[in-house]
């Protein structure tokens, strides 16, 4: 009776912090890339199949989440935008943490196979393998070009969900990977400068540490020149179309100016307003690449009905 | 007549087997939905079970009373 007394009950996890291992904001970017990458393909899968697909391929990408979340406990616990997360907060046992994630990475590549193809499954196995291991375990902790690498984990999915139709990789599917991959390094380096005590406390080497500021800057701003023709390029293939196009061309010179706001900008004035500029070009990073997959989105449907389409 | 309310460790509990509980039934019904799907697509129900059912060529013997 004492036992059942005595019992630990802050051992036991809620079930929202097994859906906070899953990282449901991550998800929900993969979720709507992925469905964008399906919906555009030339083949169609039938709806439940689709929805399978999309709903396997979030799964694997949680899946990930939680490993990431097992083997970053140390450097989550020092960084204050994460010491809150279910590991480093002790709701979730490691191994818990662990097994969760590696069960339901075997669980969603499987059923991806079952449910679509096996390229679709395979390109899944590779972006877990590829985010928990190379980038997680390797490259973050070992090169200020972590995010650079590594981003190529979260723009797999729009490619997975066009593999799961298709059965193959077409170009379109490639660029709708280069978009995301090119968008991930301003994105996150803009979020380095205005975080900045975070990543140097935790030892991660962000460009922001290793390389300093005014270069972090600089590399923000050439990532986002680089990342315009990609955007462009994918206007001009069987996905884009005049609607995408006109889309892409406003969305690149609304970022490239936030990133030469950036790259114009000192430490000294950015702390005096606050990270102002530097958070507002964050902010439109988000919806810069929604409404880019959003226009894709939207000129398929043009395209079905046959209108204003190349 | 008293009852001790729940500890919140039940409620914890209650909370993780509602949560699987619900994913187990989406899990369900997708299967169910996708084939469903399958069936009104014509896939043949060999197809369906796997390569493992279909590479034996069917003989006709020894497939049991």
New interface residues.
């Given amino acids: 009776m004492a036992d059942i007394l005595t019992h630990d009950t802050q051992t036991e996890a809620s079930l929202s912090d097994f859906v906070q291992l899953l990282k449901p904001r991550v998800m929900s970017l993969v979720v709507f890339t992925a469905m964008v990458g399906l919906l555009v393909a030339p083949v169609h899968l039938p709806p439940v199949t689709a929805l399978a697909a999309i709903l396997f391929i979030a799964l694997g990408a949680g899946a990930s989440g939680a490993l990431n979340m097992w083997w970053d406990a140390d450097i989550d616990a020092v960084m204050r935008r994460t010491r809150g997360r279910p590991v480093p907060a002790g709701r979730v046992q490691p191994g818990e943490a662990l097994a969760f994630g590696a069960v339901l990475s075997v669980f969603a590549v499987v059923m991806l196979w079952l449910a679509t193809n096996l390229v679709a499954a395979g390109l899944l196995a590779f972006t877990i393998f590829f985010y928990a291991v190379v980038y997680t375990m390797g490259l973050k902790r070992w090169t200020p070009q972590n995010i650079v690498i590594g981003g190529a984990a979260g723009a797999f999915p729009p490619m997975i969900g066009w593999a799961a139709a298709t059965g193959s990789v077409g170009i379109e599917a490639w660029l709708m990977f280069a978009l995301i991959f090119m968008w991930t390094p301003p994105h996150f380096w803009a979020l380095a400068l205005f975080m900045k005590d975070d990543y140097s406390n935790a030892g991660v080497p962000m460009l922001t540490v290793t390389h300093g500021r005014k270069a972090t800057r600089a590399h923000i701003l050439a990532y986002t020149i680089l990342l315009a023709p990609v955007a462009i390029g994918a206007a001009l293939t069987s996905i884009g179309g005049p609607l995408v196009l006109a889309v892409s061309a406003v969305l690149n010179l609304w970022f490239l100016k936030g990133a030469w706001a950036i790259r114009a900008r000192d430490e000294s004035e950015a702390e005096a307003d606050g990270y102002r500029v530097e958070k507002a070009f964050f902010r439109f990073s988000l919806i810069y690449l929604f409404l880019h997959f959003g226009a894709f989105l939207a000129q398929a449907a043009l395209r079905l009905n046959g209108i204003w389409s190349w | 007549m008293s009852f001790r309310p729940d500890?919140?460790?039940h409620r914890?509990?209650l909370?993780?087997n509602?949560?699987l509980g619900g994913a187990l039934l989406v899990f369900v019904l997708?299967v169910f939905?996708?084939t469903?799907?399958k069936v009104?697509?014509g896939v043949p129900a060999e197809a369906m079970l796997g390569e493992a059912n279909t590479a034996q060529p069917s003989t006709g013997a020894g497939t049991g009373p």
């Fill in positions: 500890h919140e460790l914890r509990r909370g993780r509602l949560g997708l939905g996708m469903i799907e009104r697509n």
